[in-house]
């Protein structure tokens, strides 16, 4: 949408309807022209032109801006504000670009920009998510918007990403539940550690995170001698992933202590067997 051609004459006709200052018109230029005296039409294609060749997106955004200011209401400031989304976006203004995205969706909810809006407010939480170490929020955040986009838009052509960026960034949310489980575990705290691995079996267990939280439990039941767990963990690993090497590691561990993986007992574990191997929900 935003990588709309410009051809050579209409940017030369754009051109020389502004007075630049400077050095190409950047966002002071911008900012110190009468805007007024110009078309909707005229200012959002010069916004476009600065999106494509300033190599700056906030320089486009000042002239996408003033469209809304200057005419507001008008197709040409619908048309403006889905622009200030994506040139904030792409200038990674993520708050701005969530601004624009959220205002567009209140103001034209059932157009057919609203799949794009909520698909770059998803995005602006999304593209924000770093390293499993820091706090989550953002994650969720981009769940539930990509989610919107998913249920509402299901046949745009942003579902699809939104369905992949929604598996990534559960995952990411498990990798969390690991990392956390795999520091009580390293510390001793194995109660506190199988709190962790269990929340990843039970409620991310579509996600590759899965087989080593397994392993990881038969680790901390052993050491607690809890040794029906530790078995049923393992044999639930070796059902589902017996090519994963995070079995080859529980098997190993298992038969050290002359245990094999296999369901024992009845606790949340065996439940977990019954449910997702047996399909007995009962």
Not at 64 to 79: D, G, H, M, N, T
Not at 184 to 211: D, I
Request: contains cysteine.
């Amino acid at each position: 949408m935003a990588g709309s051609k410009i051809s050579a004459s209409v940017v030369a006709a754009v051109l020389a309807g502004f007075v630049l200052t400077g050095c190409g018109g950047n966002r002071n230029a911008a900012q110190q022209q009468n805007l007024d005296r110009y078309t909707a039409d005229e200012i959002y294609k010069r916004g476009e032109f600065e999106l494509e060749n300033s190599g700056d997106p906030e320089d486009a955004v000042v002239y996408f801006s003033e469209i809304e200011r200057l005419y507001p209401y008008s197709e040409w400031a619908k048309r403006a504000l889905i622009m200030q989304a994506y040139g904030n976006h792409k200038a990674g203004n993520y708050e701005e670009a969530r601004g624009a995205a959220q205002r567009f969706l209140d103001t034209y909810p059932t157009d057919e920009d609203a799949a794009y809006a909520q698909y770059l407010l998803a995005l602006s939480y999304y593209d924000q998510i770093d390293d499993v170490g820091r706090d989550q929020g953002l994650t969720f955040q981009a769940l539930q918007g990509l989610r919107t986009v998913i249920e509402q838009y299901p046949d745009s052509e942003y579902a699809r990403s939104s369905i992949l960026k929604f598996d990534l960034a559960f995952d990411h949310l498990a990798a969390k539940e690991m990392e956390i489980g795999r520091y009580y575990l390293k510390q001793g705290h194995y109660v506190a550690s199988v709190n962790r691995f269990r929340v990843v079996v039970e409620e991310f267990q579509t996600t590759t995170q899965t087989p080593e939280a397994l392993l990881r439990l038969v680790e901390a039941y052993l050491a607690l001698g809890l040794l029906d767990e530790a078995q049923t963990a393992g044999a639930i690993l070796g059902h589902n992933f017996q090519s994963s090497p995070f079995y080859d590691d529980a098997f190993r561990q298992l038969r050290g202590r002359g245990l094999s993986a296999e369901v024992q007992g009845d606790s949340w574990l065996t439940n977990v067997y019954r449910q997702t191997i047996q399909g007995r929900w009962l």
